[in-house]
């Protein structure tokens, strides 16, 4: 059959008109999914991290302290209360360090890296170079980021900027642990003076504290760890600076003041009479808290939620055991002070070579703002209310569960953890043991006697270089004139030598840091 031209044309004509057609149904379904419906716009509100439906997925680079990965069902819940994908990189902790400086050097870090506080100095060049995003200028922008606590974020800054969300930590736990019934068979309340404690130490060493006839007895258990055992905190009784303290205008090492002096008689006369373990510079944490759990010494100083731990041991073996807490001890001159920790172990920073933009950056706070909810960070830290604990007078009670369970499901998410119980509404852990809910009440207590330092946000290059070195000195001189070994002149010698090898550079570079900020 012979077409006609006419009718040609016609066909082509109307299938251009079908063409067009198409084209501008497409664009207007183009259009459509770029314009979000009422629906859409609400979960953009509800979850910053959604981009057209999809949950906004970022990387973590966290510490494993567990032998094994996590169980996945806690990090779906989060998932699923926030609205985010989280892809976690688990690193054991004892290659963390290793694995972070090798992903730092090689330009392949996550989004998200967890620094401790000791390795602030080590990429504060980094941050100074932009290679990090500064988080200050937005904080502002998210509820619950914003109510984080002001004095701790501060301790984070560095040239007076935040470039960290905080993993907050008990600013003072520090106090005394002593054995009650030892008191009471003595006659003796809590010490709350210097001298009190000497009297106490000295009568559980020399006056039969046990009752059995023996000289079995020492006063007071200590280790090497001349922080965290108890030479810190008994130098704060004393009146000593934290790390650092003002003296004539300027910044100097504790070691300089008057008041360290007289912690080292105060623990030499102890060690000479024989109250106190002599071997305590080689003792371990372990070994120490041993002392007293079996019944050999009656005093441990250090942190005192410890005395959870120490009591089960401790009743394990002899159940008539009781222990007692204190916190305040006033120094010769009559006032209590205890030495503060910054406030926060960790702090979480954002690469700027993984994170590219300020909208990807907002998506990021947006989840550890929805984190820093009562409802969602305690789902991170306790697990499921029911499965994991149990509410008893507002505190969580996790003795429901197996402790495999907690162990495999939960325990491994608490690195993730921000803030604190006051601004996050965490809950604390129960117990019913009274001793430690003292405890817990003394360390909170601990919060009007603060000593600062008021250098842990200040710079020394030389101290970077050389601290380690440097602090060493010091620790051994103070270790040996405990031990009788060097006399207030060997010691002097050695801060001479400290100032020699560098230690003047130290203070003159923390001291200009410190006007710079002032």
Not at 195 to 205: I, L
Not at 280 to 290: E, G, L, M, R, W
Not at 387 to 396: I, N, V
Request: aromatic share 10%.
């Amino acid at each position: 059959m012979k077409i006609s031209k006419k009718y040609i044309v016609m066909i082509c004509t109307f299938a251009l008109l079908l063409m067009i057609l198409g084209a501008c149904n497409n664009e207007s379904a183009s259009n459509e999914s770029d314009t979000p419906s009422d629906n859409t716009e609400d979960e953009a509100t509800s979850n910053e991290g959604e981009d057209s439906g999809e949950p906004y997925e970022f990387s973590i680079m966290t510490n494993l302290h567990t032998a094994e990965t996590p169980d996945p069902k806690i990090q779906e819940l989060i998932e699923e209360m926030t609205g985010y994908k989280l892809d976690i990189q688990w690193v054991p902790d004892s290659n963390y360090d290793e694995r972070l400086n090798t992903a730092f050097a090689t330009g392949s870090l996550p989004d998200v890296v967890r620094i401790g506080f000791n390795q602030v100095n080590q990429f504060k060049d980094a941050i100074r170079n932009d290679q990090f995003w500064e988080i200050g200028p937005y904080l502002d922008q998210f509820e619950n980021l914003s109510n984080l606590n002001e004095d701790i974020v501060a301790n984070t800054m560095i040239d007076g900027k935040i470039f960290g969300i905080y993993q907050g930590r008990p600013l003072s736990r520090q106090g005394i642990i002593y054995r009650k019934d030892w008191a009471d068979n003595l006659g003796l309340d809590a010490p709350t003076t210097t001298d009190e404690f000497f009297e106490m130490v000295r009568a559980f060493t020399e006056d039969d504290p046990n009752g059995t006839g023996n000289n079995d007895t020492i006063g007071i258990a200590d280790r090497s760890d001349l922080i965290y055992g108890g030479f810190k905190t008994i130098a704060s009784w004393f009146g000593t600076p934290n790390e650092w303290g003002e003296k004539d205008g300027q910044l100097l090492p504790e070691f300089m003041f008057d008041e360290y002096m007289e912690t080292l008689d105060f623990y030499k006369e102890m060690h000479s009479n024989g109250y106190i373990n002599q071997d305590f510079p080689v003792t371990s944490k372990d070994d120490q808290i041993a002392l007293v759990t079996n019944g050999t010494a009656g005093v441990y100083v250090g942190s005192l939620p410890d005395v959870t731990s120490m009591n089960n041991d401790a009743t394990a073996l002899n159940p008539d055991i009781e222990f007692d807490v204190q916190n305040y001890v006033e120094g010769p001159q009559g006032e209590f002070g205890v030495w503060a920790i910054p406030g926060f172990g960790e702090i979480i920073i954002f690469s700027k070579s993984s994170i590219e933009t300020e909208e990807d950056l907002l998506n990021i706070l947006g989840f550890y703002d929805k984190l820093a909810s009562p409802e969602v960070i305690n789902t991170l830290y306790w697990g499921v209310e029911g499965e994991h604990y149990e509410l008893k007078d507002g505190r969580a009670d996790n003795t429901i569960a197996e402790q495999r369970v907690i162990d495999t499901e939960v325990r491994p998410y608490l690195t993730l953890e921000i803030g604190e119980p006051e601004t996050t509404g965490r809950y604390e852990g129960y117990t019913d043991y009274e001793v430690r809910q003292k405890a817990d009440e003394l360390v909170l207590d601990n919060n009007n006697y603060l000593i600062h330092n008021p250098a842990v946000t200040l710079d020394s290059e030389t101290f970077i270089r050389d601290g380690e070195r440097l602090n060493q000195m010091i620790e051994d001189a103070t270790v040996r004139y405990i031990l009788g070994q060097t006399d207030r002149e060997g010691f002097d010698a050695v801060v001479e030598d400290w100032r020699s090898q560098g230690g003047d550079a130290i203070i003159e570079e923390i001291n200009d840091s410190y006007q710079a900020i002032n």
